[in-house]
């Protein structure tokens, strides 16, 4: 089996006098997508952020690509290859669509063909590229988020609750692009409450409680046995 594209090992990170996370292990695979779980408050948006850099650890490590990147800056962290979707989406609203796009690439021009693609998974992106970010709709806001991730390949994807407060055909419209960026052979790290969606792109998953790992393995293990959700989550899957 290869070794992980990322991986946390005994990561702790206080925010201010609170203990966040306290002692996170977890490994993402190298292609496919990755769930990390849990109920609210538990310290999965830390966890991204940890890995990001924007959030220190004050214990244990991160190594991405078999390199340490605990005490790297988080644009050199970008610029190693992670792209970030946090969940507050992270756009600038008062640029256009095409704006924000071109200051996502940052490598250069957007290829022709990925900007093709993107359109192709987030029609609106189109109809809206001239149009102010600030005047789109929440899921029009949310396509650009993640869009703005994707606008370049990256070896990994850390995507913050995509789907949190969309209507169903939204859901649907980022699950697609989800899974057209996993088909392309993308790592991709997912936080999502969202049940259905999980089951339905997740390979592996890690299920977080109090500050850490408390269960690791295939996702379709989790998906398929309703005490291990009870008991790891306090809900069955199967009644979502």
């Not at 609210?40 to 966890?47: E, I, P, R």
């Not at 169903?168 to 980022?174: D, N, R, V, Y």
Request: charged share 20%; proline share 5%.
């Amino acid at each position: 089996m290869s070794d992980p594209i990322l991986s946390l090992r005994g990561v702790c990170t206080n925010i201010a006098q609170y203990h966040i996370l306290q002692g996170v292990d977890l490994q993402v695979p190298e292609g496919g997508v990755t769930m990390l779980l849990g109920r609210n408050g538990v310290g999965k948006t830390t966890t991204l952020r940890t890995i990001m850099g924007l959030w220190r650890a004050r214990q244990g490590s991160v190594s991405f690509d078999g390199q340490d990147i605990s005490a790297t800056p988080t644009p050199a962290i970008a610029r190693s290859g992670i792209g970030f979707v946090p969940e507050d989406m992270g756009i600038f609203s008062d640029l256009t669509v095409e704006e924000n796009m071109a200051l996502a690439a940052a490598s250069g021009p957007i290829k022709p063909d990925r900007l093709d693609w993107l359109f192709s998974v987030f029609p609106p992106l189109k109809t809206f590229w001239r149009s102010e970010a600030g005047n789109l709709s929440g899921g029009q806001k949310q396509m650009l988020s993640i869009a703005r991730a994707m606008v370049e390949d990256r070896r990994l994807y850390l995507i913050d609750e995509p789907t949190k407060g969309l209507a169903p055909a939204i859901i649907a419209t980022m699950a697609g692009a989800l899974r057209d960026l996993k088909a392309q052979g993308a790592s991709i790290l997912l936080v999502e409450q969202n049940f259905a969606v999980a089951k339905m792109l997740g390979d592996t998953c890690a299920v977080m409680d109090d500050g850490h790992v408390v269960w690791s393995g295939e996702m379709k293990e989790l998906s398929e046995d309703a005490t291990l959700q009870e008991r790891l989550m306090g809900l069955s899957m199967e009644a979502t």
